[in-house]
């Protein structure tokens, strides 16, 4: 399941890598110009006239080209459309058979062996070198460590090994016949012919990725292949069209090491042209056309943001530099000349084609996004459109068609623009649509008031489908308002499903993120009255909420509801959440943040420790000892002080206890440590851990195999000790994704507590963290403690979980996690809390304590200062 | 109706019609907001709007943060009202005098009422921050650097910064009002022998009554003023006995507490309200003969 994840996940990036096909290459005008391999564009109802995209609530029709399911590893992407057929690229990965992945696996214990003193454990071996039981299975895929800022992250940069290790273990494909070789040709997996990666994709070498350039008509609903591209090897087509001879005019961008020379970038980009028969007309390198000299300039200097095919039979290029972001538009021939070129000074948000051919730009002036069209003739920019929005910093172009000069969209709207009356207008809203707006990648007008459009879910499933305008319920909804300070994928799809099954009421969601300053215009509106059903609390300070009596106490709901109530959540999830004893918002999902050390040397403290015992235990270690993982003064401060204003703090009396010794020993503590941390590359993590020159290490929690990836960091001798605080509670739970809470103004409140309901129990395809129901926590429970193989009841096949996990030099094997791990991790959310992280405090706090850490005040100055700033905030709001 | 009272109500109508424009926006950015204000302050929360009658009032009252912050803006005007406005007559009384250069000082007076507020504060910034001019002299002088606006001698650069912005406004309207006093009474006040002590305390103050009971309470407003200097100087929580009591409101307002900004609000127009009724009282008495 997660392997299926992280390929999607690497789709979706490919899939944005092939920018949208604009509408340029479409139709074609009934008689064609001599010698113009490309006519005029055209949309399925060509280039003039009304093509009816009024405003309404449009509907949203999945279609059923070629989409990807939960077993097929399919994408489709690169969209164009020509004649009433809609043409787009697809690509299947290789289906390898059991014996690579056998392979793949010895490879991979062969790398871990070979290195001695990296800390990689090897498969059943401790740090004494004895046997551990393992149950493994083998199918060699990876996993990332999880970003703890953003736990929805997979980071691509954590990564190791060979790509191909990844979707090793795809499943076979069905629908699709693939590339396969005749098994007669294929080795023995004795192993014994396989000694590195090379000889791997040596022997599998017949095993490739399907791509194919397909059609789909929309009257037939027939598809069929146009050109396949399996057999090209290392090359991604960036744009294409189709021309009236049937001609296919490609961007190809093509990376190869061999094409290095002098220091010069291995960065190719061609304009291939192939005839109706598939054969190759012309092959054209453009790569120093498109941006010039470029002997000095290596791959990281620049890279290719936008590019297209004109209706005039241009190839239009963009280019960021990196140094500067400075953008520059080249207009080349297609038979690889240059034919002007425009530089921009700022950086270019977005790049279009408008209803007559002519190339529009997006770009930032002085924090305002403004459009204007190009003039490759005199090599300018052109006058700043009027009548668009040039605060709305969400917006891009998107291709005109008909008597529509170009459409814009934001993460909430679709409009239109008509050049003539310089008129902006709002064509439909995307939630009301039921598509997430800001997975919108591409958009075209098919007749008849209808739009083709392809948008990615918050999982980065694409979705293609129709858009047409419908009729309406006939009987108006009653409105719910759901607000989030920034932009939430995951909320609208929940949104997105609750105006489809609900007759009665209709969500609304608004955001803040395209404000200045999102935080007070959502406080503003708060003040004026405008207070929506639902608030997000993930970017508020929700206790000040809290106190202000705006949010509702969802307590009695709790204890009313049959599905949703306390048994529904697992133990502990509500107690850390907890406010007063009340619970004023509901959690999915969440990670647990802890600190870990060594068992051995904190047998002292029994269930936590104080700031006090920190701070003598490691004053007891010798100088040059590292505290934890990325030490600064600053972060170390945060983590004592910040996050433990209980200690300080007493808000029913008003009291502050910043004077005392007790702040000024930690102040003197945080000021040992540097102001950056500097990584020693020489030394391993594993390795600074076991020789003690690391003492903690910072944890987070998002499922239950990251335990072994500790257990292995701290050589099985670990013990998750937790932040200090007074309490000695020092897990924290940090919940993930919609944290949804009621306001108590709010006048449906049974059908705002359904809909908070809904998006608690609905169920994702991913987890981003540990479940916060019962139910789906123990399926979690199953995934990752399952060692065989099974079907669940959604009918997916769940294998065990398998891997190697890590980063930089530390690298462990994940096998399914045992019983004792789940306990220990349900016994950590029994103990937890959610952090009080006061942000105005600690704004205060941490500014004067970087005085005293600069040497610009002594310490005695800057307590008493703290103090009195700090007595007179809480004596105001106590 | 005959003529005569026909022709008053035509004439009331047409001044009650030039005067309601202005009156219209009196009412609506002044007296209803007022009433606003009023409102919110019965209420417990924007949000519930629950009536909790004179509860915030007496939470107010017996707030720590608005006492101490009442308690420092009163004492800052009680020293600064009273200095701007004898050092602003004082320096009227020079210019008055026949010394040389007088254009010159009484635009140099006068300047700083024509520089922006983030200039100025900008500039204050520069004198006394811990790498400022004044440590530069200090440190040359052997002394050690102190960071003037977090320490307690805050007060005396606010009162300066206060001082330095206002006295050439009311050194103006002192000279206006020096001008204003009769020299036929001088002169005989000097004839029948009378000193200038004399001259100045029985004849000058009493035609200035007028002058200085508007210096006064203009003083007494730009006092008040002086939190957003002292806000754009060192934000929203001073050092000190420099926070104020628009510190207290503006702070409130972040807090979305507009209730506890309303009840301080009034409590400090029924203190303005009061300390200007005595105002007038004084003035009353004293500038009565003058009138007469």
Redesign the interface.
Known sequence: MLKKYLKHKFIAAVTALCVICTTACGGGKEEKEAGNPIDNTGSADNTSGNINLETGIYTFEETAIHQGTENQDIITSNYFLKDDELYYMYYMFPEYPEEYYDDLKKLDEMEMMSDEDSGIMPLGKDSNDTSVDTSSSDTGSKKDKPDADNPDDVSDDELTGDLDDLFGDSEPDDAEATDKPDDSKTDDASGSDIKTYEDLEEKYKDYKAIQKLCKYNFDTKEISDVYDFTEVEDVQISRYCIDDDNRLVMLQERYDENMKKDGASAFKCFIVIKDAEGKDISNTEISDIIIGDRSNSSDEDFYISESMFGPDGYLYVSYVLQENNNTAISRIKTDGTLDGRVTVDNYVDSMSIDNNGKIVIGCYNEDKLVYSYLDFDKETIGAELEGLDGDNTFVNIMPGHGDITFFLRDSTALYKYNGETKEMTMILKWLDSGVIGDGVEYLMPIGDGKLFCTYNDSNGNSKTGILMKSEGSGTEKKVIKVSSIYVNSSLQEKIIAFNKANSEYKIEYVTYETQENPETAFANDIIAGNIPDVIDVSSIDVNNYINKGILEDLTPYLEKDDTVNKDFFVDGVLNATAVDGKTYYLVKEFGLRTIAGKASDLKDYKDGWTIQELIEYYNSKPAGTELSDNCTRSSVFYDLVCSNLDNYIDWKTGEVKFDTDEFRTTLEFCNKFAKEYEEDSETQVYKKIKEGKRVLNSIYLSDFTNIQVFRQLFDNDIKYIGYPSNDKCGTYLSPINDTLAMTTVCENKDAVWEFIKSAVTKKDRYWSGIPASKTYFEDFVKQQTATEEYVDENGETVTPVDGTYGWNDFEVKIKPSSQEDIQFVKDLIKKSKTKIYNYDISAMIEEEAEKYFEGSKKLDDIVKIIQDKLSKYVNENK | MNTRQKKKIIEKIKSVSFLAPSGLGVLIFFVLPFFVIVYYSLL?????KNFVGIDNFVNVMQ????Q?AITNTFVFSLISVPLAVILSLLLAMLLDCKIPFKSQFRTIFLSPLVVPVASIVLVWQVIFH?HGALNSIVAEMGGNPI?WL?SKYNQLIVLSLFLWKNLGYNMILFMAGLGNIPKDLIEVARLENANRFQIFCKIKLRYLSPTIFFVTIISLINSFKIFREVYLLTGG????NI?YLQ??MN??F?????PKISTAAIIMCVFMIIIIGILFIVENRFGKEVEE
């Open positions: 417990d929360n924007p949000v519930k707030n720590s943060a608005f101490s811990t960071d977090d929580y001073p050092y000190g926070y510190h207290f702070n409130q972040e807090k979305l507490d507009y």
